[in-house]
């Protein structure tokens, strides 16, 4: 019998609060108290989120203030992002579950390949970055569409999926931002030192390969490579009573400005 997982679609949320329920779904799958879980979401409204050990000052603080863009620190770490018109993804798991034991680099690419095995699936000819940097040796960019790492996935040479990841003892949690359009005139805008020709040239959306794509055939062949890969069963349930309590008490981690500007 395979191993039961759950998928779970939140739709839209705060940049606070999307951060807050990701932290408290890892949590209590860490602590055996839920599954393994995916999680697809989406933003209330286009939002920055920063990565964890992140300058906050390569954010033009100014132009987000004045154009109510919130700002929020992520959990996990990487390169800013600008949410707006994509698919977020997250995957809360294990460290005990054998294909998530051999730390963050294996356990990154195992997540990979199922979503190169997805987006295959709906027809893009993406690749997928197999070879191991050593060091910062893209670029000095802010945007974490800028640079592809190991592991990471790219469509006609640009990057399509920004993904980063957060591990403890117990478990881990992944978090994956991907592209429906890219704005490159509001990135410009929000991240210093981005430049429009550089974003056009380095980052694409999946709209501008495919823009008949349903958002939701996408989540559904996520689910299906997800399950082919793992050799599980993805059952659509609920966040719980505890993950909504926990996740409700995190908000007041995300939304201060202590763990915002912390860095």
């Given at each position: 019998?395979?191993?039961?997982?759950?998928?779970?679609?939140t739709g839209?949320g705060?940049?606070?609060?999307?951060?807050?329920?990701?932290?408290?779904?890892a949590?209590?799958v860490?602590?055996?108290a839920?599954?393994?879980?995916?999680r697809f979401?989406t933003?209330?409204?286009p939002?920055v989120?920063?990565?964890?050990?992140?300058?906050?000052?390569e954010?033009?603080?100014?132009?987000?203030?004045?154009?109510?863009?919130?700002l929020?620190?992520?959990?996990?770490?990487?390169?800013?992002?600008?949410?707006?018109?994509?698919?977020?993804?997250?995957?809360?798991?294990r460290?005990?579950?054998?294909?998530f034991?051999?730390?963050?680099?294996?356990?990154?690419?195992?997540?990979?390949?199922?979503f190169?095995r997805?987006?295959r699936?709906?027809?893009l000819?993406?690749?997928?970055?197999?070879?191991?940097?050593k060091?910062?040796?893209l670029?000095?960019?802010?945007?974490?569409?800028?640079?592809?790492?190991?592991g990471?996935?790219?469509?006609?040479g640009?990057?399509?999926?920004?993904?980063?990841?957060?591990?403890?003892?117990?478990?881990?949690?992944?978090?994956?931002?991907i592209?429906l359009?890219?704005?490159?005139?509001?990135m410009?805008?929000?991240?210093m030192d981005?430049g429009?020709?550089?974003i056009?040239s380095?980052?694409?959306?999946?709209?501008?390969y495919l823009?008949g794509l349903?958002?939701?055939?996408?989540k559904?062949?996520?689910r299906?490579a997800f399950?082919?890969i793992?050799?599980?069963?993805?059952?659509?349930?609920r966040?719980?009573?505890s993950?909504?309590?926990l996740?409700?008490?995190?908000?007041?981690?995300y939304?201060?400005q202590?763990?915002?500007?912390?860095?």
């Open positions: 019998m395979k191993d039961q997982w759950r998928l779970i679609d839209p705060s940049a606070a609060f999307n951060m807050a329920l990701d932290e408290a779904m949590s209590d860490m602590r055996g839920s599954p393994p879980t995916l979401y933003w209330a409204v939002s989120s920063i990565g964890c050990f992140q300058r906050a000052g954010i033009d603080l100014e132009y987000c203030r004045c154009n109510s863009i919130p929020v620190r992520r959990p996990t770490g990487g390169r800013a992002i600008l949410h707006h018109v994509e698919l977020t993804c997250s995957f809360s798991g460290n005990n579950i054998p294909v034991s051999g730390g963050l680099l294996r356990t990154y690419g195992s997540l990979s390949r199922a190169y997805a987006f699936g709906v027809g000819d993406v690749e997928i970055k197999t070879r191991r940097e060091g910062r040796v670029t000095g960019s802010p945007l974490c569409f800028q640079s592809v790492s190991y990471e996935i790219s469509l006609g640009k990057k399509v999926m920004g993904s980063a990841q957060k591990r403890w003892k117990e478990g881990f949690l992944q978090q994956g931002s592209k359009r890219v704005n490159p005139e509001e410009e805008k929000v991240f981005a429009r020709d550089g056009l380095s980052m694409t959306g999946i709209l501008d823009p349903d958002p939701a055939d996408l559904e062949r996520i299906e399950e082919e793992f050799e599980v069963k993805l059952t659509p349930l966040v719980t009573d993950e909504r309590d996740a409700l008490d995190l908000l007041k981690k939304r201060s202590e763990w915002t500007f912390r860095r």
